[in-house]
DNA sequence: TATATTAATAAGAATCATTACTATTCGTGA
DNA sequence: TCACGAATAGTAATGATTCTTATTAATATA
């Protein structure tokens, strides 16, 4: 039921030539893996992590290492070709506050700031999700720049 | 400029006496090591991770072991005493999806569904962040049941 | 088309965060 | 004060991710 529609199966050839062209203008080269760690990532829709890409890549290229999956997963990263998940760090960081609170990221630094933000918190959430199920929790996450790491004036 | 105030020095203490209460409520025994773990997260604002605990409390307590930060934090999360920062988990997962989206995770078979809100890409973040920095990037994360997970009627 | 250049890869070792194991210590109720 | 079980310290183990190095392969060029 996700809202966010994914290519049909017509449409994954053109996505897949479209994904030679960036990598070329990206100066990476296109190799058999790295199609097959796309192609894979374009096809999954249960956002799977590193391990799950390589175990079902690994049945069609079965000499792939674990380590190219993730130095591939990172080099798409850096390129702007897929996302990684929201985590604000593989480290867990834990808080005492216990008012309800959302966090600004400095994507420069890594301070994490609290704020609040009672229109969010407010907000009727999309009626598509009605669907999904009963959500309990929300939370906001930004990123930007914080003002201590902006280029001074 | 955190816009979630800390507790004033004066009220450190009746904020202790209040969780020795909250471990005793929940069956919980009123260690040291709980005392200062709670008390150094109490009074950090930085969000550390338990490692970050771990090095500000071996001060004080020379012999606590960083293995009982780690259940003691654990233990504080169960009880609702603490809260950890908001990860999807603690592996990185990701997704070739481009198109800007929200992630709603059902808290209890933990499959990640996309979804879109234009209402929320749109809103206008709270005033106060104006003075933190330049936000570019925002990211909701939904928690709730999916409706699989949902008792069945 | 063959070759040189250089990036990308495979394999496995190393690292980092976190959890498990086990003997010992300590908080708490009787 | 004592007995009990929960909590802890110390250390080993695990899981995820990154690093190292020798080898392979993509691409530009002759």
Redesign the interface.
């Known amino acids: 039921?996700?809202?966010?529609k994914q290519p049909t199966p017509h449409a994954l050839s053109s996505l897949m030539t479209e994904f030679e062209n960036s990598c070329r203008r990206a100066d990476l080269k296109v190799t058999h893996q790295r199609l097959e760690i796309?192609r894979e990532?374009?096809e999954?829709h249960?956002?799977?992590?590193?391990?799950m890409?390589y175990r079902r890549i690994i049945t069609r290229l079965p000499t792939i290492s674990l380590d190219t999956v993730y130095r591939t997963?990172a080099t798409f990263?850096k390129h702007?070709?897929?996302?990684?998940?929201?985590?604000?760090?593989?480290?867990?960081?834990?808080?005492?506050?216990?008012?309800k609170?959302h966090?600004?990221v400095?994507?420069k630094c890594g301070?994490?700031?609290?704020?609040?933000?009672e229109?969010?918190d407010a907000?009727?959430?999309?009626d598509?999700?009605a669907?999904?199920?009963?959500?309990?929790?929300?939370?906001?996450?930004?990123?930007?720049?914080?003002?201590s790491?902006?280029p001074k004036v």
């Open positions: 039921m996700s809202q966010v796309y990532l374009t999954a249960d956002h799977p992590s590193a391990e890409l997963l990263e702007g070709l897929i996302t990684r998940v929201q985590t604000v760090e593989s480290q867990a960081r834990f808080e005492a506050e216990m008012v609170h966090h600004a400095c994507s301070v994490i700031t609290d704020f609040t933000w229109t969010f907000a009727q959430v999309p598509t999700l669907v999904w199920g009963k959500v309990f929790k929300r939370h906001a996450v930004l990123e930007g720049i914080c003002t790491c902006s």
